[in-house]
């Protein structure tokens, strides 16, 4: 399909009753706040070679299940766009060199997550999942050089605390990762980095996560929990998160420029995890972390913002929030 004929119908307008496959070459930007083909700016994403997902592969428009499941599947490079909203239950693999991409504030998964793992060079922006039963909204293990950008992710909390299992866990030595702009709500256990205190010989020396401009409300807790690994955590903003930021099991932590309001424990340590914290607003609760080493990364930080501006920047703006 020409770009010109994209560009007269709108994507909106584009009848899907089977895939719809664009090239690299004549797709050209898509975009009215975003590109297909944006990579991330900041955080550990940006290290070890950096995260592309399916740039320089084909485009595929997906507006059914099956047609996402097959999309999304092997290792070839290929951006993914979803459609609307699409239902299911349990967790859909996603293969290597993929960038996921929802159309716009429409595109939602309902009962189902995704699941990278022994796969790299992913990228998943723009997508809505809510209440998945079985397995976490998005699950990432044994992966590297991963973006999770203006996601929504949510479930209840409605239920026993333990009905629903985390919105992101990124545990068995993921690595390079960048979650961003993100609207994390509803939910009693969210965000889990390192999944056990006895997985420290695999764990060691990977988990480099950076969470920045997230905005994360009425959580329980684990905003998140990290074990082992090395986490960075700048500009987020968060309303009703008793149990916030946990540093855990020698996990090295940066804690940078961000607002607290609610929290009991907006940052603290279990079994000898460690903070560097700075520039942040905890609420008028307590920084308990145990002094840590960590108070650089490697990667540039274009934006640290005040702590008295991150809810004007990030409200409102993180989630799924784009329109390709």
Known sequence: ?????????????????????????????????????????????????????????NTTIVSTYAQFTAAVSDDIPHIVIVSGAL?????????????????????????????????????????????????DAIAVQYASNVWIDHCDLSSDRDHDKDYYDGLLDLTHAADFITVSNTFFHDHWKCSLVGHSDNN?????????????????????????SIRFGTGHIFNNYYENVPDAINTRDGAQVLVQNNAFVGSKKPLYSTDAGYAVASGNDFGGAGNTALAGKLSSVEYGVPNLLAASEVKAKVVGTAGATLSF
Request: with cysteine.
């Open 200 to 224: 420290g010989d695999e764990d060691t020396a990977h988990l480099r996560v950076t969470y920045h401009n997230n905005y994360w409300k009425n959580i329980n807790s684990r905003g998140p």
């Open 1 to 57: 399909m020409k770009l010109c004929t994209l560009l007269t119908l709108g994507l909106s307008t584009i009848a899907l009753a089977a895939p719809t496959s664009i090239t690299e070459g004549n797709r050209g930007t898509l975009a009215k706040r975003a590109s297909v083909t944006d990579t991330p700016s900041t955080g550990f994403a940006t290290q070890n070679g950096g995260t592309t997902g399916g740039k320089g592969g």
């Open 87 to 135: 239902s299911g239950t349990g967790t859909v693999k996603v293969g290597a060199n993929k960038s996921i991409i929802g159309q716009s504030s429409a595109a939602k998964l309902a009962g189902f997550g995704l699941t990278v793992k022994r796969k790299n060079n992913v990228i998943i922006r723009n997508l809505s999942i809510s209440k998945v039963v079985g397995g």
